[in-house]
T-cell receptor, first 110, second 115 residues
Framework: AQRVTQPEKLLSVFKGAPVELKCNYSYSGSPELFWYVQYSRQRLQLLLRHISRESIKGFTADLNKGETSFHLKKPFAQEEDSAMYYCALSGLQAGTALIFGKGTTLSVSS | ETGVTQSPTHLIKTRGQQVTLRCSSQSGHNTVSWYQQALGQGPQFIFQYYREEENGRGNFPPRFSGLQFPNYSSELNVNALELDDSALYLC??????????????FGEGSRLTVL
């Protein structure tokens, strides 16, 4: 079964601390992995995708096929990073949907 | 560039009624997909439309149906509403050029409450 698991509902850190939002997936094939973010009173938007191998707003995520994980990391959290983060996967086929995890709320306090 | 817009933003219906939700795609996008987001859950895929035809569907019953129009706008229709249909309904548009669908651009959602 295709599934995305985000084990933490809430992650609270202090400003400047490292952040790791966990994401594990199960998929029988080669998925594409994404992180979407929703800031307060804003719409859901793409943060990054694994094929881009980019660092966006200081966040990176590496696809580990052996561990079926796609954890989101940032070395130094900022207060403006506080948001809801969703990990999602998509099969590499036309018409395939994004399968989302339940999301992790990141709270960064000073 | 106009983003994805959805209407209405909020609505209340009673069990058994029917509802239509509307979505205008972002300019230049040819694919629209709908997601249901229950409280405390991630978005769950309902279906996707490309070139006015459904080309992907999640685990939702037939009473969930949709349309895509020539201008790429879309409707989600839900018949025989049930209490569990209460949720935020998200529309997302994207560009499909062959291969997998590109980045999804989401609307702000329509919050449906079924009493």
């Amino acid at each position: 079964a295709q599934r995305v698991t985000q084990p933490e509902k809430l992650l609270s850190v202090f400003k400047g601390a490292p952040v790791e939002l966990k994401c594990n997936y199960s998929y029988s094939g080669s998925p594409e992995l994404f992180w979407y973010v929703q800031y307060s009173r804003q719409r859901l938007q793409l943060l990054l995708r694994h094929i881009s191998r980019e660092s966006i707003k200081g966040f990176t995520a590496d696809l580990n096929k052996g561990e079926t994980s796609f954890h989101l990391k940032k070395p130094f959290a900022q207060e403006e990073d506080s948001a809801m983060y969703y990990c999602a996967l998509s099969g590499l086929q036309a018409g395939t949907a994004l399968i989302f995890g339940k999301g992790t709320t990141l709270s960064v306090s000073s | 560039e106009t983003g994805v817009t959805q209407s209405p933003t909020h609505l209340i219906k009673t069990r058994g009624q029917q509802v239509t939700l509307r979505c205008s795609s972002q300019s230049g996008h040819n694919t629209v997909s709908w997601y249901q987001q229950a409280l405390g859950q991630g978005p769950q895929f309902i279906f996707q439309y490309y070139r006015e035809e459904e080309n992907g569907r999640g685990n939702f019953p037939p009473r969930f149906s949709g349309l895509q129009f020539p201008n790429y706008s879309s409707e989600l229709n839900v018949n025989a509403l049930e209490l569990d249909d209460s949720a935020l309904y998200l529309c997302a548009s994207s560009t499909y050029r062959g291969g997998n669908t590109g980045e999804l651009f989401f609307g702000e959602g329509s919050r449906l409450t079924v009493l």
